[in-house]
């Protein structure tokens, strides 16, 4: 997380609250949400095929999230030339270092191959892959793997004692609050607030 403080010639401030993982987190949930919507109401084929189009970025968003955090979680418990080696690593081996720190074994094991395998297709497209992608990137994967991913992240959260990503506006309402009253409505994660 970052905060940049700009002061203006008038002395009007501005506080920026950046988080990159908080971003991506409420991307997926913006893109997750706008299929629903659209699901919901799937009154037309062009409906479905926008749905189908907002589904597949949530779950690109939602892995790219994930492994985010599992990065951030990493360079936090190894020594610095462990972590420039593993940084690299694919998702389950990342998976892996995590669950070896926890102090007890978590409830259920993670899986998110099928999830991982369709957003490897997307991001390594291949000719001949449309129709799979099509079919397999449904409201029913994305909830599982929302589902999954969330779990095991509230249970690595509570045995590791680390946060999967700030709360940008939580983080930084006392140096808001020290600067004075805030703009309406420009509160929030990685937003401006301007004084």
């Given at each position: 997380m970052e905060m940049r403080?700009?002061?203006?010639?008038n002395g009007r401030v501005a506080v920026e609250t950046i988080s990159a993982l908080e971003d991506l987190w409420h991307d997926f949930e913006y893109f997750r949400n706008r299929a629903n919507e659209l699901d919901d109401s799937a009154s037309s084929p062009t409906d479905q095929l926008i749905a189908k189009r907002y589904r597949?970025?949530?779950?690109?968003?939602?892995?790219?999230?994930?492994?985010g955090v599992l990065n951030q979680w990493l360079q936090h418990l190894l020594?610095?030339?462990e972590w420039l080696r593993s940084e690299r690593?694919?998702?389950?081996?990342?998976?892996?270092?995590?669950?070896?720190r926890f102090p007890r074994v978590p409830g259920s094991p993670l899986d998110v191959k099928?999830?991982?395998?369709?957003?490897?297709m997307l991001v390594h497209l291949k000719p001949g892959s449309d129709g799979e992608l099509y079919?397999?990137?449904?409201?029913?994967?994305l909830c599982t793997a929302e589902r999954d991913v969330s779990v095991w992240l509230i249970d690595a959260e509570r045995q590791l004692g680390l946060k999967r990503h700030?709360?940008?506006?939580l983080e930084s309402r006392e140096l808001r609050q020290a600067l004075g009253e805030t703009i309406e409505g420009t509160e929030?994660?990685?937003?401006?607030t301007e004084e």
């Open positions: 403080v700009d002061i203006a010639p597949r970025a949530a779950l690109l968003m939602l892995l790219i999230y994930f492994e020594p610095t030339r690593n694919c998702l389950e081996l990342k998976i892996d270092a995590i669950q070896q099928e999830a991982k395998r369709l957003r490897n079919d397999k990137i449904t409201q029913d994967l700030y709360n940008t506006e929030g994660y990685t937003g401006v």
